[in-house]
T-cell receptor
């Protein structure tokens, strides 16, 4: 169903550690966005990348950072993990602009203990 | 970009019935999208309606948009147990592509 793959699917980290989540965009898509979804809430926009440059950021601290690579794959890095960072992290890709809708991956479930 | 607010927060119906969920937003939009999320999984794009459209169909889905009331509705006809999911609307007001989601409507379809 989806052309976006995320890895790993589940992850457990200790408070204070650093984590890298990965996303492989759907072929042909040049825009990638990352979202954080806490249990029972809607996804919250973290940031978006277009042609390897950050193209918009939500209300997240600088310890949330990202990269987009020339092949349009992407990483989300979170430093100094806090318990509240426990969530489902979703990656979504599209062609520039939302006209075709976004294709979401199945997410990475991060648990911080 | 702005947030859409879905209503009701939860909806429980019997299989075969229709399900209607609503979305309200605050400022002008270029388009509005609806997404579905099965439990703990990624979102699936259902339909996009542009600001100059009033109604759009896709299979058993019917979406309406009333820009004067700043609201949209999603109707699922002849619901099935597999329609059980959370549904989110995302108003779009530019070309940034940033989607702002509300808390969604959780739909339960009982067999």
């Amino acid at each position: 169903e989806t052309g976006v793959t995320q890895s790993p699917t589940h992850l457990i980290k200790t408070r204070g550690q650093q984590v890298t989540l990965r996303c492989s965009s759907q072929s042909g898509h040049n825009t990638v966005s990352w979202y954080q979804q806490a249990l029972g809430q809607g996804p919250q926009f973290i940031f978006q990348y277009y042609r390897e440059e950050e193209n918009g950021r939500g209300n997240f601290p600088p310890r949330f950072s990202g990269l987009q690579f020339p092949n349009y794959s992407s990483e989300l890095n979170v430093n100094a993990l806090e318990l509240d960072d426990s969530a489902l992290y979703l990656c979504a890709s599209s062609l520039v602009g939302p006209e075709g809708g976004y294709t979401f991956g199945s997410g990475t479930r991060l648990t911080v203990v | 970009s702005q947030q859409g607010e879905e209503d009701p927060q939860a909806l429980s119906i019997q299989e075969g019935e229709n399900a209607t969920m609503n979305c309200s937003y605050k400022t002008s939009i270029n388009n509005l999208q609806w997404y579905r999320q099965n439990s703990g999984r990624g979102l699936v794009h259902l339909i996009l309606i542009r600001s100059n459209e009033r109604e759009k169909h896709s299979g058993r889905l019917r979406v309406t948009l009333d820009t004067s009331k700043k609201s949209s509705s999603l109707l699922i006809t002849a619901s099935r147990a597999a329609d059980t999911a959370s549904y989110f609307c995302a108003p779009g007001s530019g070309n940034t592509g940033k989607l702002i989601f509300g808390q969604g409507t959780t739909l339960q379809v009982k067999p």
